[in-house]
């Protein structure tokens, strides 16, 4: 761990697909009791995931979140109250400018859906089966309108997702221009799946305007995840905590590696950053 101190710890941010959800989506008995343990504890927690409101409110009700806990959705676009669930901040792109990302995306052969506050619209009037099975997982229904008329209703979106199987993904990612690269976040959190939101909005971006809402310091965060999208949380926390089924890129970033998610990873986690005495924590280093 480069000599840095857990105790200084007073806040882990936790991803959710693939880090505190199991393969096949589920909180798993153990992982939910650990978490409520560290919270009845007060030790404070956020969520941080790249799933809107839709695909994290199911989890709520077996989680005993406090006025002290947080939830960061859609990648850092999005801060709330875990229990009041009132919206601290929104970061997204206005309703133009995502029109144009649209038109982008169709004409390099781009399937997908635009997130907004409360709404999951495919581009296409016909959505492929990988966003319906995506939408499915995240609990979000997919609609379509003519982008013109959400314009009218909406002032921005969170983000715009490419949905397909992963050869076509790979293609379309092939084909992305250098500088909508410079403009914008993108990232590919899942084979299939590419998140473009706007420039600087990710899940550090999003810690970082949590912690100072909370005067604190980047030294006293921990933060957990597996995938593309973890890469700015961990990069920024004092204490980065990798699953074993993360990446080898993830991994790299790392001052521990914990077991995987269908292993309980995020409970030994917990445990080790909230509960160990020195002495365990100490064994522990010295047996890496």
């Known amino acids: 761990m480069g000599g840095k101190s857990v105790q200084a710890i007073k806040l882990m941010a936790i991803d959710m697909d693939g880090t505190l959800l199991t393969t096949d989506k589920e909180l798993s008995l153990v992982n939910q009791e650990s978490l409520n343990q560290a919270i009845e504890r007060g030790h404070r927690v956020v969520l941080c995931t790249g799933r809107p409101m839709s695909g994290i409110k199911p989890f709520l009700d077996r989680l005993d979140f406090t006025d002290d806990d947080f939830i960061i959705a859609n990648n850092g676009a999005t801060i709330l109250e875990a229990k009041s669930h009132r919206h601290l901040m929104d970061r997204g792109i206005p309703s133009l400018e995502m029109k144009q990302l649209v038109e982008m995306a169709l004409s390099i052969g781009g399937e997908g859906v635009v997130v907004g506050p409360n709404s999951y619209y495919s581009i296409k009037e016909k959505a492929n089966k990988t966003i319906y099975q995506d939408a499915a997982l995240i609990h979000a229904t997919v609609n379509y309108r003519p982008f013109e008329e959400l314009m009218e209703e909406q002032e921005f979106f969170y983000k715009l997702l490419l ?126």
């Open 163 to 288: 949905v397909d199987c992963k050869e076509k993904i790979d293609a379309v990612e092939s084909r992305i221009p250098q500088t909508l690269r410079n403009h914008y976040y993108i990232v590919r959190s899942q084979p299939y799946l590419i998140e473009i939101q706007a420039k600087g909005v990710h899940k550090g971006s999003g810690l970082a305007w949590l912690l100072k809402h909370l005067g604190l310091q980047k030294e006293q965060l921990a933060a957990i995840g597996d995938a593309a999208n973890d890469k700015e949380m961990l990069e920024m926390a004092a204490l980065a905590i990798a699953m074993g089924n993360a990446s080898e890129e993830i991994k790299a970033l790392a001052d521990k590696v914990v077991a995987s998610n269908d292993d309980n990873g995020v409970a030994q986690a917990i445990k080790f950053v909230f509960e160990d005495s020195i002495e365990r924590r100490a064994k522990d280093e010295k047996a890496k």
